[in-house]
């Protein structure tokens, strides 16, 4: 009896798994999708108000996108999520926040590209990242589930126009405790956590 209870659920096991491996793909394809649109749409600034609920992505399509945090960098929730946990993991929610507001506000902004890969990944050609993390050589995977699953459930929301901007439009970020030379050429727009928030003057983003 034992032994026939054993084969019964292995059989289940090994009919679920490949079921469950099969719709996990599935939402993490529709989750891509999805997000290719929204961030076209959030580069042409075509509308401020939060995606239609049949168009946004949803909790369990964002989580089955890079669930071990190590997939290559080449769609809009891994590139902010990735962004979002190495920027501001183990901060507060509203710091993580506050790095996917300037990833977005930059996305489709005169001198800035119009992909959320793209404005990760600029200036990696001439080592002179926008985002430190993306140039300091070490690894780009995600080294903590629970940190990473909350960057990606705060991607979802950007990508959706679910969050607010508590950056005030910021372009740029720099934490606290430096000073850099650009700060002093441009307008502080916020203080929030351990950072500090600016955008051009003049509007011009450079």
């Not at 939060?50 to 996108?65: C, G, L």
């Not at 050589?137 to 950007?158: F, L, M, N, V, W």
């Not at 990508?159 to 910021?170: E, M, S, V, Y």
Request: negative net charge; hydrophobic residues 35%; proline residues 6%.
């Amino acid at each position: 009896m034992r032994l026939d209870w054993i084969a019964t659920c292995l059989a289940i096991t090994l009919l679920v798994g490949p079921a469950f491996a099969s719709d996990q793909d599935q939402k993490q394809q529709v989750a891509k999708d999805k997000a290719q649109v929204l961030e076209q749409k959030a580069a042409d600034n075509s509308s401020p108000a939060p995606v239609p609920k049949s168009q946004a992505i949803t909790q369990p399509e964002v989580q089955a996108v890079d669930p071990a945090g190590k997939a290559p960098m080449d769609d809009a929730i891994t590139c902010l999520a990735r962004s979002i946990y190495w920027e501001a993991k183990g901060k507060d929610s509203t710091d993580m926040e506050a790095v996917a507001n300037v990833v977005m506000n930059r996305l489709g902004h005169e001198g800035f590209p119009d992909t959320v890969c793209a404005v990760v990944k600029q200036g990696s050609e001439t080592k002179s990242c926008q985002f430190s993390w993306w140039c300091d050589g070490k690894s780009d995977s995600a080294q903590e589930e629970a940190p990473y699953a909350i960057a990606k459930e705060i991607a979802r929301k950007a990508l959706n126009k679910q969050l607010p901007d508590h950056t005030g439009g910021a372009l740029y970020f720099h934490d606290r405790t430096v000073k850099p030379d650009w700060a002093d050429k441009y307008v502080k727009t916020a203080e929030i956590g351990l950072f500090r928030f600016y955008k051009p003057r003049d509007g011009d983003a450079k």
